[in-house]
């Protein structure tokens, strides 16, 4: 059932002189609520900025049809079907209110009064109250978003968005990008992944699904600390450029994070696998999963709800070179950029070596008789 705030039924009577025809519709204000919603999740927020005035919601609602003439229905059934066939189909038992204004207003002329009608309805107070209603609910929902949101907005009054120069159209396409999925993790997940990004943790990497509020809190944990590094290999992504985000995403092997999560998704190589036969992940670090890995040589095991972490046993006793470059391709990426010299790289080899050796006698010794 929706809520009175949210439809205005127009109800317009017989139109039409001799041959009348009953016309009433309902205004729905479905897609701004959508709009709202999103923003609720960081999303959009540069698209909802763009709303400054009552009479730009209009593209932002949905014409219910109760009862409408054959000569306006006929056409619109039409341009139904057209939709479907072009990918860009309407929702079912709606039409987008800017086609149905379309139809109606240069209909043929045997719907001259059901247009007269129309027109009146959308100059008339009513419409107008209920514009304005809409409208004014914008500067709540913003100022009730997270932190992302703030910073979306700030940039956005100082004229540093990344869409700022962009046209209208362009913008708005851009701020649509990469839409949030339903979260896929438990309350107490997320709660522990908070936990530890919160000071010990410099860089996470996340494979998986993509799960959008996972990768939402991580950045926007990055705007209260500008060293944290993000680096991701998901089958999604989040907009990092409406957020100002510095996350990388790969394509293929494993990113840099000295915390590894394990998102939701499956047919992958396994964590266990990653740690104990291709050493990927280095010997030290923690790994934070949605489902139980199983025992992992080396690693310390924790659970709760929905959750699973793994605590190297090695970690307190890294070198400081090893507990930032903490698997390969931090490593390589490092020396390619120069942050390392050749000569640090093979000292942090040897430490490696030396830890890995360490971890596969723990692995395999033997418990005393």
Not at 49 to 56: A, K, T, V
């Amino acid at each position: 059932m929706t809520s009175p705030e949210r439809t205005l039924p127009l109800d317009f009577g017989p139109v039409g002189g001799l041959a009348s025809q009953p016309f009433a519709v309902t205004l729905d204000a479905a897609p701004f609520e959508r709009l709202l919603e999103d923003v609720q999740q960081a999303h959009r927020v540069y698209e909802l900025s763009l709303l400054q005035r009552p009479g730009e919601l209009w593209e932002y609602l949905e014409v219910i049809a109760t009862q409408i003439p054959p000569t306006i229905a006929g056409p619109l059934d039409k341009a139904r079907v057209l939709a479907s066939k072009t990918g860009a189909p309407w929702p079912e038992g709606r039409v987008p209110f800017t086609i149905f204004d379309h139809h109606v207003r240069d209909g043929a002329d045997e719907a001259a009064a059901a247009a007269e009608a129309w027109r009146d309805a959308c100059a008339g107070e009513a419409a107008r109250a209920f514009l304005q209603q809409l409208f004014v609910r914008i500067p709540e929902v913003v100022a009730n978003g997270n932190g992302l949101v703030a910073h979306e907005q700030a940039r956005i009054a100082d004229g540093t968005h990344a869409f700022a120069f962009l046209p209208r159209d362009r913008a708005i396409v851009e701020s649509r990008r990469h839409p949030p999925n339903a979260p896929v993790h438990t309350e107490a997940f997320y709660a522990k992944l908070d936990e530890l990004i919160g000071v010990d943790v410099g860089s996470v990497f996340v494979r998986g699904l993509g799960d959008h509020r996972l990768l939402r809190q991580l950045c926007e944990r990055q705007r209260f600390r500008e060293d944290l590094e993000i680096s991701a290999l998901t089958e999604r992504e989040v907009n990092g450029t409406a957020w100002d985000a510095r996350i990388a995403f790969y394509t293929e092997d494993i990113g840099q994070g000295f915390l590894f999560v394990e998102d939701a998704g499956t047919g992958r190589r396994s964590v266990k696998d990653l740690v104990e036969t291709y050493a990927t992940l280095g010997p030290g670090g923690l790994i934070l999963s949605c489902k139980d890995e199983g025992e992992i040589g080396g690693y310390e095991r924790e659970q709760g709800e929905g959750w699973y972490l793994y605590r190297s046993e090695l970690t307190p006793l890294m070198q400081p070179y090893l507990r930032k470059y903490h698997n390969v391709w931090a490593l390589l990426l490092a020396q390619e950029s120069g942050d390392l010299s050749d000569t640090q790289v093979v000292e942090i080899i040897a430490q490696w070596e030396n830890f890995l050796s360490r971890r596969y006698v723990q692995k395999n010794k033997k418990p005393a008789s």
